[in-house]
């Protein structure tokens, strides 16, 4: 289990994911259509879409402060575009400061560009065939861990965060600058300006299994 050390505050079993940063530079961001074919009109609208606008203002923005030995998951959306994904956690005496996070990022849409941060020897980051399932795996000694990626037309995300195993509690799951806990590990992410916060989601068959990420 997770055990919180050093913060103060009763120990905890948590999973997080989290994100900073842009694209590397020289990544090429992609705007595709979705797999709906044969329609002009579905077509012609998500080869025109803007993949970074009308995400709400909850999720925008780095976290200020985030460093290595923090608590938990950090996810947000840069207002230049792509999202970043970040993972740390306090000293953990007896459990050899040893923390495997996992879980999964869903999209109607293609995920791509993916740049790891900071990956060490067992890390797993993925997309699955289809482009629409981002699953990761990382073994945190209390450093950072994480990833960069960018998503193309899509109503939403649905993410899913575990540590450990163990469902993340959501008081260490923080969504952008603003430090927003979403109501529900996992959770949606909707794509709309006036949304003030996330709503619950059903887990996707297959994404809450074990540490090792499935290939779908």
Avoid at 64 to 86: C, E, I, S, V
Avoid at 119 to 125: N, Q
Avoid at 129 to 143: A, M, Q
Wanted: proline content about 6%.
């Amino acid at each position: 289990m997770y055990i919180k050390s050093l913060t103060g505050l009763a120990a905890a079993v948590v999973t997080g994911v989290a994100g900073f940063g842009l694209p590397a530079a020289g990544a090429q961001r992609t705007t595709q259509p979705s797999s709906t074919s044969g329609n002009p009109a579905h077509q012609r609208s998500a080869a025109s879409c803007n993949t970074d606008a009308h995400w709400p203002a909850y999720v925008q923005g780095k976290p200020d402060g985030f460093d290595a030995g923090d608590d938990g998951a950090y996810l947000w959306h840069n207002p230049t575009g792509g999202w970043g994904l970040r993972f740390s956690h306090p000293d953990l005496p007896g459990k050899a400061n040893r923390v495997v996070f996992t879980g999964a990022i869903i999209s109607k849409g293609k995920i791509g560009n993916l740049v790891k941060v900071r990956d060490e020897k067992g890390d797993v980051v993925k997309v699955g065939p289809k482009g629409h399932t981002l699953r990761f795996r990382f073994v945190d000694y209390g450093g950072v861990d994480g990833v960069d990626f960018t998503t193309t037309c899509t109503p939403g995300l649905q993410v899913n965060l575990k540590a450990d195993k163990t469902t993340v509690q959501t008081e260490f799951v923080h969504l952008g600058d603003k430090n927003t806990h979403p109501g529900s590990d996992p959770f949606r992410i909707r794509r709309r300006d006036g949304d003030t916060g996330t709503v619950a989601a059903t887990p996707k068959a297959g994404t809450q299994k074990g540490a090792k990420p499935a290939a779908g």
